[in-house]
């Protein structure tokens, strides 16, 4: 079995929001074709898109055209800022798309932290995206990305998104997305609800990607896309998106295929009520007005946007989606369990190191007895389960195990298993590779450490991020991830040249493992599986208690057994 449970780190002692908090700020976001359908050569490096929205300057680079800052939303401010997206008017004249448009505003990097990224730019008129398409491409299947970064950083323009290689060699037309980050993507306050003609707030920054996928829609045609082959794709808050959109009414249908990595499905907030252990969304944004000296909604608007985001942080400010009953009408673990998500295969995985890089998400490691004891004060009857599979033999490696499992190993595989009992095949996956200057500082298999190698961008990755060696084996894992990712993005089916073949999820629950090479591998963490989702299950039933975040020694009593969870 693949090593599961190495660890390293010893993190802070944090709670539910608070946990959440810290992993907003510190987790920064990680870090074009001469003649295709639309596209007529101006030179040897200009190319231009008409598309229906308008006509596209781009640059054609190694057989890919790149067209970058393309906006399809005006700028958010003003009485736009937390106010639904508005398109940008179809235009006539030859618009430059040579350029990244700005990232939206956001806290600064933590030089510290191996996210820490350089944006560039820093505008309220971010909502811009960015296309790579191969040269002569026709019907192509399109790939979105939705970056990652805790709904609180940064932007579809970051080198290791670069999309080119996927575009030149797997074929695929490659867009990345920005959209409203932080306060100003996921404020719910009264006063903005009773603006709204659907008496809602909240969920801007989804609403922004939703609008996105609309544009992508229309006008991917003109770089050589075919609009009824579309994939999302995300990593982190970009795959937590993908689930969001997969369980908004309001995406069906503008997209096909999903891929989440280390998405989490944890507890959304009620809009207007107290649900799930949650405060209301409302009364948090009420809350953090009045704490950052806001009197009203208009004052609010006329803070400058770096301001805001500051004093937001500051306080404690956590963005996440609400259910609003319009664009999230319940939870998404419930959502899945109606069968009322996007009928569309997954291919779904999470790292296995996922925790050595965002340790502050532990608690203080307590003595071997205090462990056990906090165990079965929290885990009850499933508590001898849970210690044989997160013995307390080897604290360390226990505790990273249960937060990563708890979160993003239990939502990787609940998808590929909701899909597949839809009847969509999907797939499920491991990442356990290291490298020397990863595993040398306690990082093996980090917090999308996957990314370069699914973009094929390894070179791309610069310090603090840990340096990727240059090496045949390297290479060779990036090409096989690449292809499999890009065939699941052309057909459903992953599959990659010359490596192993994955199976679909199904009975025995298998999965593929990316370690030195790919291996398929039946019941892949199939008994942690069953763990956290009988507990999910019975916290979910009684009602008042959140899951994900409060496991391992910060779990409440678990409820009682409950027919509905066996």
């Given at each position: 079995m693949p090593n599961l449970d190495r660890s390293l780190a010893v993190g802070q002692h944090v709670r539910h929001l608070g946990a959440a908090l810290v992993l907003s700020v510190l987790s920064a976001s990680f870090l074009l074709v001469s003649s295709c359908a639309g596209v007529d050569a101006m030179s040897a490096e200009r190319v231009v898109a008409d598309t229906p929205a308008g006509p596209l300057l781009g640059k054609e680079e190694d057989g890919v055209a790149i067209y970058r800052g393309i906006p399809f939303a005006l700028a958010p401010v003003g009485e736009r800022r937390w106010a639904p997206p508005e398109a940008v008017p179809d235009w006539k004249a030859q618009r430059e798309a040579l350029a990244f448009g700005p990232a939206c505003p956001q806290p600064e990097s933590r030089s510290q932290s191996i996210y820490a990224s350089e944006l560039g730019?820093?505008?309220?008129?971010?909502?811009?995206?960015?296309?790579?398409?191969?040269?002569?491409?026709r019907d192509a299947p399109v790939f979105i990305w939705i970056h990652g970064g805790s709904l609180t950083t940064g932007a579809g323009s970051q080198p290791m998104y670069d999309g080119a290689r996927m575009a030149r060699e797997q074929g695929l037309v490659v867009v990345t997305i920005n959209y409203r980050l932080g306060v100003l993507g996921y404020l719910a306050h009264p006063e903005l609800s009773a603006e709204s003609e659907q008496g809602i707030s909240g969920n801007y920054g989804l609403m922004d990607q939703i609008l996105a996928l609309k544009w992508v829609e229309r006008n991917i045609a003109a770089f050589g896309g075919n609009p009824d082959n579309v994939t999302i794709a995300g990593e982190s808050a970009g795959a937590l998106s993908v689930v969001l959109l997969m369980t908004s009414p309001k995406a069906q249908g503008l997209f096909d295929k999903a891929i989440a990595q280390s998405a989490y499905m944890v507890t959304m907030a009620a809009l207007k009520e107290e649900a799930n252990g949650l405060p209301s969304a409302e009364s948090?944004?009420?809350?953090?007005?009045?704490?950052?000296?806001?009197?009203?909604?208009?004052?609010?608007?006329?803070?400058?946007?770096?301001?805001?985001?500051?004093?937001?942080?500051?306080?404690?400010?956590f963005p996440f989606a609400v259910i609003d009953d319009v664009y999230l009408a319940d939870q998404m673990v419930a959502t899945f369990d109606k069968g009322e998500q996007a009928p569309v295969p997954v291919l779904a995985g999470f790292n296995e190191g996922e925790i050595r890089s965002l340790?502050?998400?532990?608690?203080?490691?307590?003595?071997?007895?205090?462990?056990?004891?906090?165990?079965?004060?929290?885990?009850?009857?499933?508590?001898?389960?849970?210690?044989?599979?997160y013995p307390s033999g080897s604290l360390e490696s226990s505790m990273l195990a249960t937060t990563r499992d708890a979160m993003y190993g239990w939502t990787a595989e609940r998808l590929a298993a909701s899909q597949t009992?839809?009847?969509?095949?999907?797939?499920?996956?491991?990442?356990?590779?290291?490298?020397?200057?990863?595993?040398?500082?306690g990082l093996h298999a980090f917090h999308a450490a996957e990314i370069p190698y699914v973009f094929g961008t390894v070179s791309e990755a610069v310090a603090p991020w840990p340096e990727i060696p240059d090496t045949d084996q390297e290479r060779d894992l990036s090409q096989a991830m690449m292809a499999y990712w890009a065939g699941f993005a052309r057909d459903g089916r992953p599959v990659a040249e010359g490596a192993a073949e994955w199976p679909p999820y199904g009975d025995q629950a298998t999965g593929m493992v990316f370690a030195d090479l790919p291996q398929s591998w039946p019941l892949l963490a199939r008994n942690r599986f069953a763990l956290h989702e009988e507990v999910v299950c019975r916290r979910r039933s009684a009602g008042h208690i959140p899951w994900n975040w409060n496991v391992g020694v910060l779990s409440p009593p678990l409820p009682p057994k409950d027919s509905k969870c066996q």
């Open positions: 730019a820093v505008s309220e008129d971010c909502l811009s995206l960015n296309v790579w398409a191969p040269e002569d491409a948090v944004g009420s809350e953090l007005a009045e704490r950052i000296g806001g009197e009203d909604i208009d004052a609010l608007r006329a803070m400058p946007a770096g301001k805001i985001v500051g004093l937001a942080g500051k306080a404690g400010f340790r502050f998400l532990l608690p203080p490691i307590p003595k071997q007895d205090d462990y056990e004891l906090a165990v079965r004060n929290g885990y009850g009857d499933l508590a001898d389960a849970f210690l044989d599979l009992s839809q009847g969509y095949p999907s797939f499920f996956y491991l990442f356990d590779h290291g490298y020397p200057a990863a595993d040398r500082v």
